[in-house]
């Protein structure tokens, strides 16, 4: 099974703040990102490390490859505060990330 | 517009089964894989397992082996996930995801609004 860990566990930044997720493999894999606000299912945001699905903002990116992946919001919306999860979909298992929290500071 | 729709709320008591069903539209029902996805109150997401609408076949994780089976009624354009001898621990959302075809290995795209099955004594 593959792993998927996911830094920091927390980010406190301020609306306007960039923000910068890490999501750190235990092999080489196919990786997407989603956001889940709390009590709603998650939303694609990312695909193929790095292509942006229908309707996100420009604000989000994706980079990586291989085991190494970072998700970052350039200019954090009030919106944006939110639970952020890597997923691999390469391999099966299919496994997540265990999220990382972007609260307002 | 691609929905899934999902059953309500259950409560369950120990040992019981349940069945979540997740009704589909605004797509070609058996062009597109099914996955479950579950999240326990205050965690991360656990994938359970996948399902082609078009074969009905099928992959569980092995977590869930033996306890949980998936299939697909193509009259109604529904998928139903059953989950037997349910002890506290399966106290969560469970969500049905659709896969990004072609292919079994692709990210979801779309997601359903989850139920929340509940077990107790």
């Known amino acids: 099974e593959i792993v998927l860990t996911q830094s920091p566990g927390t980010l406190s930044l301020s609306p306007g703040e960039r923000a910068t997720l890490s999501c750190r493999a235990s092999?080489?894999?196919?990786l997407g990102w989603y956001q889940q606000k709390p009590g709603q299912a998650p939303r694609l945001l990312i695909y193929?490390?790095?292509s942006r699905a229908t309707g996100i903002p420009d604000r989000f990116s994706g980079s990586g490859s291989g085991t190494d992946f970072t998700l970052t919001i350039s200019r954090l919306e009030p919106e944006d505060f939110a639970v952020y999860y890597c997923?691999?979909?390469?391999?099966?298992?299919?496994?997540f990330g265990q999220g990382t929290k972007v609260e307002i500071k | 517009q691609v929905q899934l729709v999902q059953s309500g709320a259950e409560v369950k008591k120990p040992g019981a089964s349940v069945k979540v069903s997740c009704k589909t539209s605004?797509?070609?029902?058996?062009?597109?894989?099914v996955h479950w996805v579950r999240q326990a109150p205050g965690q991360g997401l656990e994938w359970m397992g996948i399902?082609?609408?078009?074969?009905?076949?099928?992959n569980y994780a092995q977590k869930f082996q033996g306890r949980v089976t998936m299939t697909r009624d193509t009259s109604t354009s529904t998928l139903n996930m059953e989950l037997s001898s349910l002890r506290s621990e399966d106290t969560a959302v469970y969500y049905c995801?659709?896969?990004?075809?072609?292919?079994?290995?692709?990210?979801?795209?779309?997601w359903g609004q989850g139920t929340l099955v509940t077990v107790s004594s």
């Open positions: 997923q691999q979909y390469g391999s099966s298992p299919r496994t």
């Open positions: 399902i082609n609408p078009s074969g009905d076949s099928t």
């Open positions: 605004g797509y070609t029902f058996t062009s597109y894989y």
């Open positions: 193929g490390a790095s």
């Open positions: 092999q080489s894999v196919q």
């Open positions: 995801a659709r896969g990004h075809g072609p292919g079994s290995y692709s990210y979801f795209d779309y």
